[in-house]
């Protein structure tokens, strides 16, 4: 079986490669005008089958909340059918978001995360095209509320820090260890992800979603197709502390290295901590320097590492990603490990010194997966404690770039080498401004949603 790609959202199925971004966040004022507005969205979202060559001016994606789904007035009987941490608020324990990322401050304060319906993503060649777009719809949202979450009450944007995708506020280059998605149901080839991960309304025994049809329940059929070809979302807003990260490896880079220059070291702690160098050559393929004609690979594991003097166990991509890496038996879920499809864009000018100039600049990110539990939620749990593989001889270890005032989790970082173990004490780079859970309906779903056909 093929999936019918006409009726799955494109921001899912592919990376639309724009320069400019825009998320607007929307409250709906009653059924009948979040309706209205919906039905204007969806005769403009772009859809994974829509033709990008050349690029269009701009494209539209639509994500819903439960609280949305709630207040375009859907049947509480296909509602019941979403899984309990759909319909909850996101957990602040689960994803470690604690001090200045606790729930109370995101958003800038200015609403609550219950508040949050609709969002709206718009990609744009400009900001002209997005001010277009933007424009339309604001027009159309008569009677429903937009939420504005930035300090100065606007709008939360994003772009590229250069002339190319793929650069990040810490220098990484970012969108190179995507999962290879099987969009249909041929032999999966070596490397590949079935498309039951991320795609809900397609469950079997081995690879579950949920809203899930039962025999016994005539209302679970229509929410298993008000969920078919959609996926969840994990919007999370991150501010990063770039002036912090530059201090820090200009401080603790050469004590870890001291053999080094004081340049080279510092690069090498930043290539420690994520498991790539920044211009995403991997260390396990390029341990002392990196190689531009490998910045792009993904055809790697870990088992020539066990000791972890190529890649430390704790860098953020054998974190989020252990490739073949062993795990406790806790941690092995029947459907493999946990993986999400990111999109996302820096927001903010980008800064290349140590001096804090105050201004505001981070990651917009969003995480698709078919469980927000098994992909989105145990990613998360594994970031925050090191504790799901015997690799690690300190079981409460961190990933560099989760929050440091997780409870019970160490800020040590140790870095194996041949000559002994060395350590740096972490600190806190990263600060969540705000985070919602959206489905993302099939094309299809958003019209009869418009037209209150689950209602």
């Excluded at 019941?80 to 990322?101: C, I, L, N, Y």
């Excluded at 996926?231 to 502390?241: A, E, K, N, P």
């Excluded at 994520?274 to 993904?298: H, K, V």
Aim: proline share 7%; charged share 20%; hydrophobic share 35%.
């Amino acid at each position: 079986m093929s999936l019918d790609l006409a009726d799955i959202q494109g921001l899912i199925h592919h990376f639309y490669g724009y320069p400019k971004t825009r998320h607007l966040l929307i409250e709906i004022g009653n059924p009948a005008v979040g309706m209205s507005l919906l039905k204007f969205l969806a005769s403009r979202v772009t859809s994974a089958a829509d033709s990008l060559n050349p690029l269009p001016e701009s494209v539209l994606n639509v994500g819903i909340t439960y609280r949305g789904l709630e207040a375009l007035g859907v049947n509480a009987q296909f509602l019941k059918r979403f899984p309990q941490e759909f319909r909850d608020e996101p957990d602040q324990v689960t994803m470690g978001d604690f001090g200045a990322s606790d729930p109370a401050n995101w958003w800038n304060g200015r609403f609550q995360t219950q508040q949050v319906h609709l969002v709206v993503h718009l990609y744009g060649q400009s900001l002209e095209a997005l001010d277009k777009t933007t424009a339309e719809i604001r027009e159309m949202a008569n009677g429903n509320q937009e939420l504005l979450p930035t300090e100065s009450g606007g709008v939360i944007e994003g772009g590229w820090l250069g002339d190319t995708p793929g650069e990040l506020h810490f220098g990484y280059h970012d969108g190179i260890s995507q999962p290879t998605v099987r969009w249909d149901d041929g032999p999966l080839q070596p490397g590949e992800v079935d498309y039951r991960r991320f795609i809900l309304g397609y469950a079997t025994r081995e690879i579950s979603s949920s809203p899930l049809k039962f025999a016994s329940d005539p209302s679970s059929s229509l929410a298993e197709e008000l969920g078919r070809n959609g996926t969840y979302s994990v919007f999370r807003w991150l501010y990063q502390d770039v002036a912090r990260f530059n201090q820090f490896l200009e401080s603790e880079g050469p004590k870890a290295f001291p053999e080094l220059s004081s340049k080279d070291a510092q690069e090498l702690l930043a290539a420690k901590l994520m498991g790539r160098w920044r211009d995403g050559t991997p260390l396990i393929m390029s341990p002392t320097t990196p190689n531009q004609a490998l910045s792009s690979r993904n055809d790697f594991d870990y088992a020539d590492d066990l000791d972890g003097r190529k890649c430390p166990f704790s860098a953020h991509i054998r974190v989020t990603n252990p490739r073949n890496q062993k795990l406790d038996d806790a941690s092995t879920d029947p459907s493999g490990a946990p993986r999400v499809i990111r999109r996302g864009a820096p927001y903010g000018p980008k800064l290349t010194g140590t001096v804090d100039d105050q201004v505001d600049r981070g990651l917009v990110g969003m995480f698709f997966c078919a469980s927000i539990v098994r992909q989105f939620y145990k990613q998360a749990i594994w970031m925050k404690e090191n504790n799901f593989s015997p690799v690690f001889p300190n079981q409460h270890s961190q990933d560099p770039l989760a929050n440091r005032l997780t409870p019970d989790a160490s800020n040590q970082f140790l870095i194996p080498t041949a000559t002994g173990d060395r350590t740096v004490t972490l600190q806190d780079f990263v600060t969540t401004k705000g985070t919602a859970f959206f489905l993302l309906p099939g094309v299809q779903t958003l019209h009869r949603l418009a037209d209150g056909q689950f209602q």
